[in-house]
């Protein structure tokens, strides 16, 4: 595990802004803390295209993603081919689980999805029921770090710099997606960290610890294959020194200058 000390970082302001986009809706209302959203696993950057075939056997989606991910935005996925033919493919999905019956909005607090619960709650249960399973990758995830007592946003990524492959789940609708096509949504599903040397240090100090489901390389295709069957194998915390984490705290905003207009030239200084 590599960790980069925060001491003394600046805090930077995180401005939350909703998308004209048809493929995004706004960003999660998540507690505000020097100036950063705190919100659990509500941010990640997902890999570049060509890292898809590179490391995780699949061609990349036709729909382009942003640098960084946040619900409601667009970003790869990888399942089982839709056609049943057992090939993986991969498609550009929705960050946030919107079943058919939801608003778009619901993406807002459906990114993430406890293991303890998911097969109960109503926005999961179909998916999982389905055995709709996933691979979400991610070139690094962020989390807030209070050891200075205020929320710094820090970077999580694996120690060999290779894409993470985190456990999630998939829903389709026949619509809402750009130009109103279908839309594939998903969510990344969550297990308890208060014992992990490394993700317990992020959230509220009195916040139970949590941490996405991060597979190995050797769990890609069992986990898309059933893990369902067998869910207590995945659910299991990424070794932390297999783990780098500095703090990322985001730039501070360019703050605009105003030019005010030269007042009126009195017309007799014109004679």
Not at 27 to 36: E, I, K, L, T
Not at 100 to 123: D, I
Request: with cysteine; glycine share 6%; net charge positive.
């Amino acid at each position: 595990m590599r960790v980069v000390s925060d001491r003394g970082s600046a805090i930077s302001t995180v401005q939350i802004k909703k998308s004209a986009e048809k493929s995004e809706v706004p960003r999660p209302a998540a507690s505000r803390v020097g100036g950063y959203t705190a919100a659990m696993c509500s941010n990640y950057t997902p890999p570049k295209r060509d890292a898809l075939p590179a490391n995780f056997g699949v061609e990349s989606p036709i729909d382009a993603w942003k640098e960084e991910a946040f619900p409601g935005y667009l970003a790869p996925i990888i399942r089982l081919a839709d056609d049943g033919s057992s090939e993986l493919e991969s498609v550009a999905a929705c960050f946030g689980m919107v079943p058919h019956w939801a608003e778009l909005k619901l993406a807002r607090h459906t990114y993430n999805a406890r293991s303890e619960t998911v097969a109960a709650k109503p926005s999961f249960r179909h998916a999982f029921a389905k055995r709709q399973l996933c691979i979400v990758p991610a070139e690094s995830i962020f989390e807030p770090n209070y050891e200075t007592g205020k929320a710094v946003r820090w970077r999580i990524a694996r120690d060999d710099e290779r894409p993470m492959g985190i456990a999630g789940l998939w829903e389709w609708r026949p619509n809402g997606g750009p130009d109103d096509r279908p839309l594939v949504s998903f969510t990344m599903l969550t297990i308890n960290a208060d014992a992990h040397p490394l993700m317990r240090r992020f959230h509220r100090p009195e916040d139970e610890k949590r941490m996405v489901v991060i597979l190995d390389e050797t769990q890609y295709r069992p986990w898309l294959d059933g893990g369902i069957d067998r869910i207590a194998d995945f659910l299991q915390p990424f070794p932390s020194d297999r783990l780098q984490a500095e703090p990322a705290p985001r730039a501070a905003p360019a703050k605009s200058v105003k030019v005010r207009a030269p007042k009126p030239v009195p017309k007799s200084l014109w004679d």
